[in-house]
């Protein structure tokens, strides 16, 4: 069976503090900064790849990068509005992958810095080097049929609150109420945890303790 597995070195999300702390410990160490991407972190890859060993077929690196000005976010997808962006894919096989483990270290952290050097040569001429790729078109079948499956799920669901109302079932509708206040706290609680400031601490200077 064919397996395959992802994994992001830098273990958190870029913010100009990351960053900040990212060139820190490139510099501490006597190693040229990332403009574009953090410091990665070698040690969880570098195993997974040693044990892997000759069964490890080839590493993919897939870069993404949006041309422009362009930075969408979710509510660009809810607005229905249409997004560019380009993807730089390079394989790299089995004869090219080192076998020990602080080779492999050093091979991933080369990864990274061909990765910071594309992005460079991307936001300074808004394309990856090389032929370009192919172009997909752009689909709205799946934003279509996302508003129509919202539609219906909203019209049986008002449908069916005035229809308790219609009957007297309070008590349903109290029910039915708090069910709908207690889901949204867990949304909330579940959502926050994904917020910048509840990610890694990663480039965070905690507070020492008096």
Same mark, same amino acid.
């Given at each position: 069976a064919v397996v395959s597995t992802q994994s992001t070195g830098e273990g958190t999300r870029f913010t100009p503090a990351k960053h900040k702390a990212s060139i820190a410990f490139a510099r501490e160490r006597g190693m040229e900064p990332f403009r574009h991407v953090l410091y990665p972190r070698t040690k969880g890859a570098a195993e997974l790849i040693s044990e892997l060993g000759d069964s490890l077929g080839s590493v993919r690196n897939v870069i993404f #990068?949006?041309?422009g000005s362009n930075n969408p976010d979710t509510s660009t997808m809810i607005a229905g509005k249409s997004t560019d962006i380009d993807i730089y894919f390079r394989r790299i096989g089995q004869e090219e992958i080192p076998k020990e483990k602080p080779e492999i270290e050093k091979f991933i952290v080369e990864q990274y810095r061909d990765m910071d050097n594309?992005?460079?040569?991307?936001? !300074?001429?808004?394309?990856?080097?090389? !032929?370009?790729?192919? =172009?997909?078109?752009?689909?709205?079948? =799946?934003?279509?049929?996302?508003?129509?499956? #919202? #539609?219906? =799920?909203?019209?049986?669901? #008002?449908a069916f609150l005035i229809h308790l109302i219609s009957d007297g079932c309070y008590y349903m509708l109290a029910f039915i109420g708090l069910g709908l206040l207690l889901g949204g706290i867990a949304a909330h609680n579940i959502i926050s945890y994904a917020t910048l400031s509840k990610s890694s601490t990663y480039g965070i200077e905690k507070k020492k303790a008096s």
């Open positions: #990068a949006f041309p594309l992005l460079q040569y991307h936001a !300074e001429n808004d394309a990856f080097p090389g !032929e370009p790729g192919q =172009s997909l078109p752009k689909r709205r079948r =799946s934003l279509i049929m996302f508003y129509v499956w #919202a #539609a219906v =799920s909203y019209g049986l669901g #008002a």
